[in-house]
């Protein structure tokens, strides 16, 4: 039996032990609020949820006030209004006034609020705080004085994806947030996953703009400019421009792409189908050679920097091969430059993708040669749509230009990469017809597209049964891979992704949207799936010719295909 909430004079029903915020969530009523996040441990930081509670003297915060017996509640009362008010106008007191240069312009809850609640002048006057920027990271820029100690990143980094890598320092007015040891963020434990810029409501915490030092390259008529984009941004990069969650841009992305000046065009679909035919070949030497198992992917270089962190001891596990990006980023470098029409252009390639970590994986020394890297610029979808406004394109009205474009190839199986789970099973497909000779029923894997943080499913294959497994957000990997280390999980090949729900909810994908966009984007990745023609990497033409072309030698190194692609 629910109980009764009178809530400005209009009744709902809560169920007993949830939030006053939980509640009316439900009921289609908003409240402000910005250390709050659904999924993490409430804790009532900011005060910008209060509410005013019949028989309390106080105001209570309502993200972690729990429902308990029937309240009368006011949510908007002049009192309340006038504490929240309170609340952002002494965060204020301290703020940078850089909003025009700031990268969260226009996407700052903190700037949000403050326009809502009618503050247009600084009646608090604080102390700034000293400007300590921290550029050491590729991926990730640490702007301390735009921190309004929320809390969020704290959180996120310790309960989802449990690295702990920030936390409170200091006390008082002194009270910060910091690295272990006040390290600069390269040389901590960050994983680079990016989490912790969609979580941060500032601008305390942003991507590494690279995009207007590839421009310089794009104008420059002595550079050959080749861009793959993955399959997670086709689906996301919408929200920025005006289009619903999960709208697929597949078909445009090309066109804006020559547009905005870039010569060769391909989606690391492609190479994602590669190294999945590369995948299905390692996995079934493991077996024959009796290897240790499970066989576990190594295509989210966040991830991998956890692993060889955080659990040594199953790095031999690892899969051998690069991430679908740096796959196509080889071959971009290696053969589709031999197609540019002036062979003394110089060739650069550049990534647009959902994660941030891709930003550091590029220029990781053991991964890429200074000289000559597979990949010079990761740009985010965020910094893609900056680059579209700033071109001045216009999406409804833009003309094809189909016949100007060569034949794109792209990857078949290789898209579902970019949802939880979409490794595995696309892996599984070429895994199963390997050892049996036969095509994998796609419906098999119906029930592992169940949105979950760890979903397991068993194929019985000539040989005996294999077990798959996938896991989403490395606090939910840790409890796998504990009992994988204790003997406690038996699987033979496993996906691990950092993020939760995968790619679609990469460091670099839009900061909020309406509604559940993560649903709309995984929906859309599985729709283009489930209406390919060609849904099995060891089927896609171009990606069969080009592993069998490298499996044996890599043309660039001279090396064994499988060597030279090791991490």
């Known amino acids: 039996m629910g109980i009764r909430l009178d809530i400005n004079g209009r009744e709902i029903i809560a169920e007993k032990g949830e939030t006053i915020l939980s509640a009316l969530s439900r009921n289609g009523m908003h409240l402000p ?11 009532g930081a900011c005060r910008m949820c209060v509410v005013e509670v019949e028989g309390l003297d106080n105001l209570v915060p309502a993200c972690s006030f729990p429902v308990e017996t029937e309240m009368k509640i006011r949510t908007h009362s ?15 007191s301290n703020h940078p006034d850089d909003c025009l240069y700031c990268e969260r312009n226009g996407a700052c809850e903190l700037q ?19 400007p300590g920027t921290d550029r050491s990271s590729e991926a990730i820029v640490r702007e301390p004085d735009k921190c309004i100690l929320c809390g969020r990143c704290v959180r996120v980094c310790e309960e989802i994806m449990a690295t702990s890598v920030l936390d409170f320092a200091g006390r008082g007015n002194e009270l910060q947030i910091s690295t272990s040891m006040a390290k600069a963020l390269d040389d901590s434990d960050c994983t680079a996953c990016g989490q912790c810029l969609n979580a941060c409501p500032t601008g305390a915490l942003v991507e590494r703009i690279r995009f207007p030092e590839l ?14 984009y993955t399959p997670a941004v086709a689906v996301s990069l919408g929200e920025l421009l005006g289009c619903k969650p999960g709208a697929n841009l597949g078909k445009e992305l090309p066109v804006i792409l020559r547009r905005l000046g870039f010569d060769h065009v391909v989606e690391s679909s492609l190479g994602a189908d590669v190294m999945i035919l590369e995948q299905a070949a390692v996995f079934g030497e493991r077996i024959g050679a009796g290897s240790p198992l499970p066989l576990i992917t190594s295509s989210c270089p966040a991830w991998v920097q956890f692993c060889r962190t955080y659990y040594p001891e199953l790095v031999p596990h690892l899969s051998p091969l690069g991430s679908p990006a740096r796959v196509t980023g080889m071959l971009m470098k290696r053969w589709f430059a031999e197609a540019a029409p002036d062979q003394e252009k110089s060739p650069v390639s550049v990534l647009i993708s959902s994660c941030t970590a891709d930003k550091r994986e590029a220029k990781q020394s053991e991964l890429t040669s200074v000289e000559n890297p597979d990949i010079d610029f990761v740009l985010t979808t965020r910094e893609l749509a900056k680059m579209v406004r700033l071109g001045g394109l ?39 017809f390997r050892e049996t000779g036969r095509e ?6 119906q029930r592992f597209r169940i949105r979950r943080n760890y979903r397991e499913t068993t194929l019985e294959t000539d040989k005996g049964p294999l077990v798959f497994g996938a896991v989403s957000g490395l606090a939910e990997a840790v409890k796998v891979l504990n009992e994988i280390r204790e003997g406690k999980l038996r699987l033979d090949f496993l996906e691990v992704m950092a993020c939760p729900e995968g ?4 460091g670099g994908q839009p900061l909020r949207s309406a509604g559940d966009p993560l649903r709309a984007r995984t929906r859309a990745i599985y729709d283009l799936d489930n209406s390919a023609e060609v849904r099995a990497a060891h089927h896609n033409p171009e990606a069969t010719r080009l592993y069998r072309k490298s499996e044996a030698t890599d043309p660039w190194t001279g090396k064994n295909q499988r060597d030279s692609s090791t991490r």
């Open 503 to 506: 790619c679609v909810n990469g």
């Open 440 to 445: 994998l029923d796609p419906s098999r894997f």
């Open 33 to 43: 609020t910005i250390c709050n996040l659904k999924g993490l441990t409430p804790t």
């Open 394 to 432: 216009d999406l409804e009205n833009l003309p094809p230009e189909e016949e100007e474009l060569p034949g794109i190839p792209v990857g078949t199986a290789g898209r579902l990469t970019a949802a939880a789970g979409g490794e595995a099973e696309c892996t599984a497909r070429s895994i199963y």
């Open 215 to 228: 421009e310089p390259f794009i104008l420059d008529p002595k550079s050959f400019v080749m861009v793959q």
């Open 112 to 130: 949000s609020l403050a326009e809502q609640l009618h503050i247009s002048d600084r009646r608090i006057p604080g102390r700034k705080r000293a």
């Open 78 to 92: 002049p009192r309340v209004l006038r504490a929240r008010k309170t609340n952002i106008e002494l965060l204020l």
